[in-house]
């Protein structure tokens, strides 16, 4: 069953994400995403999203349509440079159509954006643009294999990461599209 959801500062999404959750504190309103299964169709924008656990911020598999634009990603989670602030797997079907663009990432994530494949299913578009990451140790991170086909990831201000080679790593990291 699709879920909907919004908040006060007018973000809103829709698909099938059974572990939705939302707090609001007095100065900001905070949507926490523990997980999010089958992401279908979901757009995620001007929100704050924060993560206080063990986890990724957002987390789908398997994904098609996925819109992150405009938001604020926090990973205040207790292990530091493991997770990502939006990670996306293809489990039982492939990824398709992932835009993360105009973030702003800060706190103790590893990745910006993990994007794991199987032997089964493999990883097709994948937009990554006008981020600003502040602590992140690797912009975007491609697991396993390859994607299908050749990713965008530009315009995007990778501070905090040492190395220009940091900036897209794993399969994916020889042929995308873009400068950083």
Known sequence: MPIAWKNSRTSSGVGAAPALTASASREKHFVALDSLATLLGVTITHSHLVQRSPGDVIHGEPVTGLLVDGNVLECLGPTADT??????????????????????????????????????????????????????????????????????????????????????????????????
């Open 83 to 180: 997770f990502s602030a939006v990670a996306v797997r293809a489990v039982v079907a492939p990824i398709d159509d992932v835009k993360v663009q105009h973030n702003s990432l800060s706190g103790n994530c590893r990745y910006l954006l993990r994007a794991s494949s199987t032997a089964s299913f493999g990883v097709r578009t994948t937009i990554v643009g006008g981020n600003l990451t502040r602590a992140a140790a690797v912009g975007v991170y491609y697991e396993n294999a390859a994607p299908l086909e050749v990713p965008i990831i530009d315009g995007n201000a990778f501070r905090g990461i040492l190395s220009t080679s940091s900036y897209v790593v794993g399969a994916g990291a020889a042929g995308y599209v873009g400068s950083n």
